[in-house]
Each structure stands twice: as structure tokens, then as C-alpha cells.
């Protein structure tokens, strides 16, 4: 079973940027997708950004051009550059497989206000 532990939120004024980190456990991470998901409060989890094994990537609408997933499977971690931040970006942003697979860590929350 591969963990999962969150960080690199905070709060930022509009306009801003952060870097997300999800550090995962597991020697068998390099083969999974991995997901960023957000969630705000009153409202469903929803998927943000993929990236398979080998790098290729894909963004909801929502944060196309904004946010970018990368991972380096050597240090069993995946990223989230987050730039252009808007207050509908607040949320608590968590990493997973694709499918949500993996027990779901703390998460690390993000607020985009002035």
C-alpha cells in the first residue's frame, strides 16, 4: 500500500503562486497515475491535474495554463506548480492514484485571498 503526505500550502494573495509536494511511500509508486484533487468547503472533491507513469499529463478546465504536475520517481514525489492563483482556487488539495486507490492523507489547504 503506498502513502501519501501532502504539503506546500498556504495562503496567497490573488495572483500568486505555491508549490505543492506529495511524498509517497512505496517502492511500487513509479507505475501508478497520479492525481492532485481539491476539495473547497460545501462542495465534492474534484480532480485537477494527472500525470501517468512515464509524464504525460492532463488539467481540468478549470486550471489549464495555470497549474502544472510534474513527478520524479526517483524520489517518489509528485508536484504541483500552482500560478495565476484566484480565490476559487482555495481549497485543501490532496494527492492519489488516479482512481483515488490510496489511503487519502491530511492534504495541505490552500487560500487565495487579499
Known amino acids: 500500500q503506498v502513502h501519501v503526505v501532502e504539503s506546500g500550502g498556504g495562503l496567497v494573495q490573488p495572483g500568486g503562486s505555491l508549490r505543492l509536494s506529495c511524498a509517497a511511500s512505496?517502492?511500487?509508486?513509479?507505475?501508478?497515475?497520479m492525481g492532485w484533487f481539491r476539495q473547497a468547503p460545501g462542495k465534492q472533491r474534484e480532480l485537477v491535474a494527472v500525470?501517468?507513469?512515464?509524464?504525460?499529463?492532463n488539467y481540468a478546465d478549470s486550471v489549464k495554463g495555470r497549474f502544472t504536475i510534474s513527478r520524479d520517481n526517483f524520489e517518489n514525489t509528485v508536484y504541483l506548480q500552482l500560478i495565476s492563483l484566484k480565490p476559487e482556487d482555495t481549497a485543501t488539495y490532496y494527492c492519489?492514484?488516479?482512481?483515488?486507490?490510496?489511503?487519502w492523507g491530511q492534504g495541505t489547504q490552500v487560500t487565495v485571498s487579499s
Open positions: 492519489n492514484e488516479r482512481a483515488g486507490a490510496f489511503s
Open positions: 512505496g517502492s511500487s509508486f513509479r507505475i501508478y497515475t
Open positions: 500525470i501517468t507513469s512515464v509524464g504525460s499529463t
